[in-house]
């Protein structure tokens, strides 16, 4: 299995421009979530989907993030206009079945730059 | 809403040395508790779980846990470390309220050797 597949794995960018994220999920999990981490902050969830459905966004910092999954095996995290703050890494992560008691499985994250 | 408190922000200690985080968590009901770790510019990797059943759990490269319900607590040990055990490390929990991870803020370790 080639595991969670994020890309790209470093974008920098400059502020105000759009910036996409993207992640392919191990085949057959039907939960993915996005993460972000920071040294200020740590790893934080910002939104995560069930069966390709958003089900809880809260985590999202504003109007600007907005997050897509078209299919099972495909999502994006998209930031528009993208801010200095913005700079983190993003992780994606899959699992199956009842994510209460089912680990992650973490793809290698992207590392945002926004200048 | 649950949250996860690690309270060593920095570890550094030498090879051989005995390691023990903490780590401590708020949630009156039932939950699943996670040790991951990041080595340097790698991803997330599951280092043990908890579930049920017996509360020292062992997990991968000689880390074990023990769940005590009555602290919220499950702190992560390994008796004696090495320099490739420099990392940063992650508590999580998920309670039955939510298919929500969360994590704590994270332990950075430095085994020196």
């Known amino acids: 299995d080639a595991g969670v597949i994020q890309s790209p794995r470093h974008e920098v960018t400059e502020m105000g421009q759009e910036v996409t994220l993207r992640c392919k999920p191990i085949s057959g999990h039907d939960y993915l979530f996005w993460y972000r981490q920071t040294m200020m902050r740590g790893l934080e969830l910002l939104i995560y989907?069930?069966?390709?459905?958003?089900?809880?966004d809260s985590g999202m910092p504003e109007d600007r993030f907005s997050a897509k999954m078209p299919n099972a095996s495909f999502s994006t995290l998209k930031i528009q206009p993208s801010e200095p703050r913005d700079s983190a890494v993003y992780f994606c992560a899959s699992t199956t079945g009842n994510s209460y008691n089912s680990p992650l499985h973490f793809g290698n994250g992207t590392r945002l730059t926004v200048t | 809403a649950q949250s996860v408190s690690q309270h060593n922000h920095h570890v550094i200690l030498s090879e051989a040395a005995s390691l023990e985080l903490g780590c401590n968590y708020s949630y009156g009901g039932t939950v699943n508790l996670f040790w991951y770790v990041q080595y340097p510019g790698q991803h997330l990797q599951l280092l043990l779980k908890y579930f049920s059943g017996d509360p020292l759990v062992k997990g991968i490269k000689g880390f074990e846990a023990e769940f005590i319900k009555s602290k919220f607590s499950f702190n992560l040990r390994k008796p004696s470390v090495q320099w490739s055990d420099t990392a940063e490390y992650f508590c999580?929990?998920?309670?039955?309220?939510?298919?929500?991870?969360?994590f704590g803020g994270g332990t950075r370790v430095l085994v020196k050797p």
């Open positions: 999580a929990v998920t309670t039955t309220a939510g298919n929500k991870l969360t």
């Open positions: 989907f069930n069966n390709n459905v958003p089900i809880d």
